[in-house]
């Protein structure tokens, strides 16, 4: 294929080669700074790995409280450093939080705590 420093191909590959290993790195510096989260021992208060039932004006949501890379707020997961989660640490049933949302203020009542079975 000729000249390696002309070949097209080469070039392509070798900028995917180095796409590949950055990614790899990343991953692996993630795994290196990764910590276990013990499970949560009660379900008195809400701590990361705890599922909480919240109520809003007669309408209920469900969260689950996770790490940040867990996180997928279509499916209801939210991080416990995400403005809301962090409003949620430490709150027990019956409690109330207030949450700004742009120009919204949002109270939610704690309705259920539950450990989810797969944390």
Known sequence: MGD???NAEYQLAKGRLRGLNTAILK???QLD???VIPKPKDNETIQVGHTI???SENKEKIYQILGSSETNPALGIISYTSPMGGALLGLKVGDTMKITIG???IVYTVRAITLNASV
């Open 53 to 55: 039932t919240l109520e």
């Open 27 to 29: 991953i692996q510096n």
């Open 4 to 6: 390696f420093s002309e």
């Open 103 to 105: 120009n919204n203020h």
């Open 33 to 35: 700074r990764s910590l």
